[in-house]
């Protein structure tokens, strides 16, 4: 067996040598052949169409090919060349179209910017003074100091500050003036929501149609007695005008109150009452629960009256108040 494998390894190096040394033989030829036909030499000549001297010349097949080979290489690159100089150009031109479009971009960017922080600007005075009327003060604070104003961002945009447009910073100044607006617009409006409640539950419309004819405070008395002070407002109307409480409430009393004629009182929240005097008749009983609004009676000129009107009374803790702030806005 170990022969055997002997013999057939001997023969496949033997086969293998042969067919190498053949192949050696025909790549030396064919090489010998083409550099001899490569060192032929060939004739070139210059004939002038006078009488002068021939011009002719000797190169070999090798400077021939060189030089066409050079020829063809020249021109390949060149046209490359040309070509790619064209896409070049053609892309610049794209380039300057483009640039000149984010450049008008840019412009109306920076114009829009402007405008917006104009606006943001003109809208200022009006928040704060949305803000101090309804927290009740003449201070602003840090009312436009943002604090959980994007941190991080503005941090790496001042790092990097020279190479970032201006108009990033002002958007974003804008863009904290926005969110500090909003929140002061919240502000405002839990002030309005809570001051709404609260105004629904005080006095604060027009219990009868009609005009003033006396004021709060101290007058000439009607029945010619020198001067008295006045307690309430008197609303002169037609006989039978319906009056409405002015706020939500339960009546205290009903009926004839003295000099008041017949009259209703009524409890409001907060310590505040309200009394309806000289009517010509009430609309209510005594522990009724009533709402802004409602009728209560109708106007008339029972009790210490020289007219018909509504004697219209609004008392803090039992004390005569006023009663023109709580309903001068509706006059």
Known sequence: MRFRIRHYH??????????????????????????????????????PHNEKKIFNFQISKFI??????LFIFVIVTSSYAVIKNR????????????YNDIRADLIRYEQLTNEITDIVGDLKPDIEDLYQLAAGTDEVGDLWAYKDFDHDVMEELLKNKRIVPDEIFAMKEVQKDLMSTTSTIK???????????VIQDMPSIIPNPGHISSLFGWRRSPFGHGRDFHTGIDIAASAGTVIRTTAPGTVVSSGWMGGYGKAVRIQHKFGYETIYGHMSS??????????????????????????????????????????????????
């Open 10 to 47: 001997n023969k496949f190096s033997r086969k293998f040598y042969e067919s190498y040394f053949v192949f050696k033989k025909k790549r030396e030829k064919v090489w010998k052949r083409f550099v001899e036909k490569g060192h032929e030499k060939m004739t070139v000549m210059f004939i």
């Open 64 to 69: 021939i090919f060189f030089f066409l080979s």
């Open 87 to 98: 896409n070049i150009k053609n892309e610049e031109r794209k380039l300057l179209l483009s």
């Open 187 to 197: 502000t405002i409006k839990n002030f309005i929501d809570v001051r709404s409640k």
């Open 282 to 331: 009430v609309a209510v009983g005594k522990g009724a629960r009533v709402n802004k609004g409602d009728r209560i009676g109708f106007v008339g000129m029972t009790g210490n009256a020289t007219g018909n009107h509504n004697h219209y009374e609004i008392r803090l803790g039992d004390i005569p108040i006023n009663p023109y702030p709580y309903m001068s806005r509706m006059w």
